[in-house]
C-alpha cells in the first residue's frame, strides 16, 4: 500500500499540469499567474531567509529548542502513528514514543559519558595550548614542508591572518555543544514538552488555521499546510538520517587516523555535508587543520579531506536516488548565498544551519507558490 | 428570539467571523444530524459518525460567493448542511452553464477526495449557505488510524460512484442509439 506521502506525490505531480482556470462568471478575463515568472520565487525566498537570519541571533535561543522540537517531531510522528494504529489512545502513544526516545539517548549518553568527558577534556586542553600566531606558523610549516609550490606571501599571510582564529572558533564551538548537550537539562525538559505540543496539538492548531482564513483562502490554505508540513517533515527526517549515517562512519574513519576529539570533528563535518556542493569545503577546511595541527602529520589532513568528499559523494548519489531524489533542489548559487549570509549572522552555527534553513524555506515557498497560481483565492 | 437574532447581523451571521465563533455543541448535533442524511455515511453508527465528525470543517458561505472554481485542484467533498448551491460548467462555445442546483443533505466534489485533479464544474453558493467540508488530507489520515472505518467510507464512496458510472453508461446508449436513428453525421 502507498504511503500517505507517497499518495501526495502522484496527485501533486498530477495537478502540476492542471489546465488553465476558466473565465469566472461575472469577470471574463481568465487567471494567468504563470507570466509573474521564476524572478519573485528566488526574490521572495532570498528576503525570507534573510530575515530569518537577521532575527536568528536575537532569538536563538528560542529558535533552537523549537527547531529541535519540531525535527524530532517529524522523527517520532510516523512511530505514534504506529502505535494509534495499534490501538494505542493517542496521549499515551506520544507518552509511550517520548519515553522511549528519552530512554535510548539517555542510555546513549551514559555509555558514551567515559568517552565525551575525555573529548571535552582534550578539546578544552587544545582551546587553552593554542595561541593563534604558533598555530599558524607551526600550520605553515607543515604545509610548505607539503606543499613546496604553496610558499608564497599570499599563502602565508592567509594562513596566520586567518585559519588560526577559524580553528579556535570551531574548537571552541565544538566545546560549548559538547557541553551544553551533557549539562543542559532543562532544555531536554522544555523539548520534550514541546514535542508533546507538536504531536499532540498540532492537528488542531492546523485546523484552527484553516479555520481562521477567509473562504477564498480555504482550500489553497489546506493543501498548502498539508504538503509542507509532509515535505517538510520528509526532509527533516532524510537529512538527520543522513546526518547521523554520516557522522558514524567519519568518527570511524577519524578513529582509525588516531585524531583527537573524533566525536566532535565527524558531527561538525557531516552538518555540513547536509549543504550541498559546498557543504564538503566548509567541513573538510577546519577539520583538516585542526587534525594537521594535533597531529603534525599533513598525510592526516588529506586523508580527512579524502574521508569527507567521499562522504559527499555517497550523500548526493543517495539523495539523487529514485526514493530520495527530488525533495528540494537547491541551485549552487543560492547554497553559497545562503552560506554567506549564514557565516556572517550566525557563525558556526550559522554556517552548519544555513543549507537546510533554506532547503526548508524553499520548500515553503514553492508550495506557497503552486497554492497561488493553482487557487484563484 | 432565535430569528430575531438571525435577522440582526451579528458577528456570527457574518461568513468570516461565524467561521472563527462559533457554538461548539449545537454544531455537532447539527454535524451529525446532517451526516445521517448523507448515503456516504450510510450503514455507520454513532460512534463512527462521531468520528467523521470531529474531521469536518464547518464553513459559512454568502449568497453569490464561490465556494470552489472549475480547475482549481480539488481538496475535498462538501456536504450542505443549509442553503443551496449550484454547480456550473464553463463551456467555451456557449454561456457558463447551470448544471444543477443542490440543497440541504446533497453532496458534491466527491472525486477529489481520491485524487488531486481539477474540478471539473464550479461551485457557487446561491444563498447563505452552511457547508460543511471533508478534506482528503483527513480522510488519508483516518485510513492510517482507522482503516476499517476508512475502508468502509471508500467502499460506499466507491458504491455511488459506481452507480453514477451506470447511470452515465446507460444514458450513454440512449445517446447513441438516439444518433444512430437520426441521419447526422458527425
Redesign the interface.
Known sequence: MKSRQDVFKVTARRTQSATPLPPVLSSPAPLDRKSSGEFVPGLAMWLALAGLLILLPRISFALIHIGAALALAAWLAPLVALCVRRKMPRPFAIFFVLGATAAVLTGMLVWLYPFLAKEIATLAGLLETSEPQKLASKLSVLLLKALPWLQTKGVLHQLEEEFAPMIAAFVEAALAFEVALLANLISYVVIALLVFYVLHWGEPTKRKIVCAVPNRCWEGTVLFLEKTVARCSRYVRVQTFLALAASLMLALAFHLMHLPGILAMAVYAALTLLTPYWGGFVGAIPVAVASMNATNSFNTAFGIVLAIATMQVLINVFLSSSRFGGIVRLHPWEVLLALLLGASLGGVWGILLAGPLAALCKIVLQEALWVRRSFRG | MNNHHDAVATPRND??WG??FRKKSDDEADVMRTLEQVPLFANMNDSELREFEKLI?R?N?KAG?????????G??MYIIQAGEVSI?K?FPQEE?KVLAVLKNGEFFGELALL????RSA?A?AKETTKIL?L???DL??LL??R?RLGNKFLFQLALIIGDRLKHNNSEMQKLRAQLDRSDIIL
Open positions: 461568513s468570516f467561521n472563527i470543517h464553513r458561505f460567493e464561490t465556494i470552489f472554481w472549475e480547475g482549481e485542484p481538496v475535498g456550473s464553463y457558463r485524487d488531486e485533479s481539477p464550479t457557487i467540508g478534506f482528503r488530507p488519508f489520515s492510517e488510524r482503516p
